[in-house]
Nanobody, 123 residues
Framework: VQLQASGGGLVQAGGSLRLSCAASGSTFSNYAMGWYRQAPGKQRELVAAISSGGSTNYADSVKGRFTISGDNAKNTVYLQMNSLKPEDAAVYYC??????????????????WGQGTKVTVSS
């Protein structure tokens, strides 16, 4: 599986960005795709994910501001990020994992990672 991420950049606080991640190669019949992020000196954390059936999961810190959506036909997910804050600045990593119906499983299972895309939010 190859993941191609795009859409990062520099934005002012309060602004918006949209990240995209396209999967190619041999993918799972049921999968969840999403984004983790890692800021300097911090652990990588889940931001948002969506299953191939449309179930979504968000970090509390982004609920109401970020929206994840998917296009199964294109094996692509999008992360619309609104009302960005300086604390959202990080390298965002796209990933895909087999979906077995549980977010707990998704968080702990092995996954494929794409290259990171950097999001910078100026205050």
């Amino acid at each position: 599986v190859q993941l191609q991420a795009s859409g990062g950049g520099l934005v002012q606080a309060g602004g918006s960005l949209r990240l995209s991640c396209a999967a190619s190669g041999s993918t799972f019949s049921n999968y969840a795709m999403g984004w983790y992020r890692q800021a300097p000196g911090k652990q990588r954390e889940l931001v948002a994910a969506i299953s191939s059936g449309g179930s979504t999961n968000y970090a509390d810190s982004v609920k109401g501001r970020f929206t994840i959506s998917g296009d199964n036909a294109k094996n692509t997910v999008y992360l619309q990020m609104n009302s960005l804050k300086p604390e959202d600045a990080a390298v965002y990593y796209c990933n895909v994992a087999r979906w077995l119906g549980s977010w707990r499983h998704y968080i702990t299972t092995d996954r494929y990672w794409g290259q990171g895309t950097k999001v910078t939010v100026s205050s």
